[in-house]
């Protein structure tokens, strides 16, 4: 497949439950796919062989395969079955070669017999992937244990698949052995065995688990409905799970890292901070959102809210959605202020889910958004609508005091310098529209903020840069004000470098 290309993968209609949760993580050049009992592989690069019987020798992972007649080379990572029709799935390091219908491949397995089949089919490239079901090696589970039931939840950690969301055992977080994604017995006695996390030598989790995040270091976040704990150094060798707090986080996709590997997530009483190497929680919403929570009115069994961090913008997108409609709020966090700014979208438009494409390709990679009507899409800086529907950005400032406590005050004048040096220039501003509003509190000012309407005064200014005689004397009085800039003009585009306001003489004393 090449960069940037999408691919449909060969799945039934019955394999994925599309009216339940999925998740998928990538592993070992794969896509674990979990959805409850469905539990799938997309496979990007096995090469792919059959034979109607197996013999009396399957092959253990690891071996070398070799075709009788072709001379290609395999080396075996997983198998259906080892007994009778298998297919068989291994990394070919014999490009110029393929493996053919009707040749005998043969090989040596781990204790030293002869591997021996005939292939019925002719091999299969991994373009499109391989899509089969996810099994321990061979189907053998008294050999290799037993993946969960059920699983809604799952990550790469440490090198091993990490699964939870079992109904059943909600508080546990079974995982792989080490670099083998079809090992699941946890009764060995080696260091990379697999093991349950939450139930086993590195501790016990007595919360609903919501969230796996796998962090730097090797090191693995749980989130759980009320509390956050680390996972440090091997599960099941050493390994403890350190408790963070009791700051819950909202659901799986409720995270993101930064580029220093700070951890944001939306949790308890709204959107919180880990900074990489610290096991203190950062409350950021708190006192610029204070009523987050309860003015989204999101609960798991209704809501989508997603985190992605966008290293272009250096942001966190944030977005709540309602799963049955698709209607959304949304909120960018500005990471060089920590200022959050309102975002709107289309219903149809609502995100479920954030995911940053590193492509090698600059031009191919960002923050994905997948949307209610099944689109991926992504921002554009160089768009100046959405799809010939104006946008409206604009900026809040306040509530900002005019005068000591217990008086009012006033503005007497505003002046602005927009982005540009001159009309022309790439980066010049158009004009922008500046609404002020006054009241007597801080709380008022930012309701009326927040509504945008019915502003005091209202003023437009011509940009690009510093107008001569484009200072506006009228004024607004008050004890607090609000003022809001922006541009709601289809095909125009602005920028602010400064907000300039004269103050007037203070005047009553409040009662």
Not at 176 to 184: I, K, Q, V
Not at 386 to 402: E, Q, R, W
Request: contains cysteine.
């Amino acid at each position: 497949m090449a960069a940037g290309d999408m691919v449909k993968l060969a799945a039934s209609d019955d394999d994925i439950d599309t009216t339940d949760q999925c998740r998928a993580f990538e592993a070992y050049g794969k896509v674990f796919v979990v959805n409850g009992a469905n539990l799938k592989v997309a496979d990007f690069t096995n090469t792919k062989i059959t034979t109607a019987n197996i013999g009396a020798n399957p092959p253990d992972r690891g071996n070398q395969l070799t075709g009788g007649t072709s001379g290609a080379i395999m080396y075996v990572d997983y198998v259906t079955t080892l007994t009778g029709a298998c297919t068989i799935y291994g990394k070919k390091i014999t490009s110029a070669k393929s493996f053919e219908s009707g040749e005998t491949v043969t090989g040596t397995d781990d204790d030293d017999n002869a591997i021996s089949f005939v292939l019925n089919a002719d091999e299969t490239a991994p373009s499109p992937p391989h899509w089969y079901d996810w099994t321990v090696y061979g189907g053998d589970e008294d050999t290799y244990g037993s993946l969960p039931d059920q699983a809604y939840l799952g990550c790469l950690s440490g090198g091993r698949c990490v699964l939870s969301g079992d109904p059943d055992y909600p508080h546990e977080a079974p995982t792989s052995a080490a670099g083998n994604p079809w090992d699941w017995n946890i009764y060995r006695t080696t260091s990379d065995r697999a093991t349950v996390i939450g139930n086993g030598p590195a501790g016990t989790i007595g919360d609903v688990i919501r969230a796996l995040i796998p962090a730097r270091d090797g090191q693995l976040v749980i989130g759980c409905a009320n509390s956050m704990h680390i996972v440090v150094d091997n599960p099941a060798f050493g390994g403890q799970i350190v408790d963070i707090n009791d700051t819950g986080i909202f659901g799986a996709e409720s995270w993101c890292f930064d580029a220093d590997g700070s951890l944001y997530f939306w949790g308890t009483g709204g959107i919180n901070r880990i900074a990489r190497g610290v096991s203190q929680v950062e409350h950021l919403s708190q006192l610029a959102l204070p009523d987050l929570v309860q003015d989204t009115g999101a609960n798991p069994s209704t809501h989508r809210i997603s985190l992605g961090y966008d290293p272009d913008r250096n942001g966190v997108k944030v977005c709540a959605t309602k799963l049955s409609d698709g209607s959304s709020s949304n909120w960018w966090l500005d990471l060089r202020t920590l200022g959050f700014f309102p975002d709107t979208h289309a219903d149809e438009q609502g995100v479920y889910c954030l995911f940053h494409y590193n492509a090698n390709d600059p031009t191919l990679a960002g923050l994905l958004c997948g949307c209610t009507d099944g689109y991926i899409r992504v921002h554009d800086d160089e768009t100046t609508d959405d799809d010939g529907t104006a946008i409206d950005s604009y900026i809040g400032v306040g509530p900002i005091p005019l005068a000591d406590s217990g008086r009012d005050g006033s503005i007497a004048a505003f002046d602005m310098v927009l982005a540009g040096a001159a009309s022309g220039d790439d980066d010049a501003s158009d004009g922008v529209t500046l609404e002020a509003w006054s009241a007597d509190t801080a709380r008022s000012v930012i309701k009326q903020l927040a509504a945008g309407t019915s502003p005091k005064i209202s003023l437009s200014f011509a940009g690009p840069g510093r107008i001569r005689g484009g200072k506006k004397r009228r004024g607004v009085r008050g004890a607090y004000a609000g003022i809001k800039v922006g541009n709601s003009n289809s095909g125009e585009t602005w920028g602010m470098e400064k907000l300039i306001i004269d103050g007037g003489a203070p005047g009553r004393r409040l009662r």
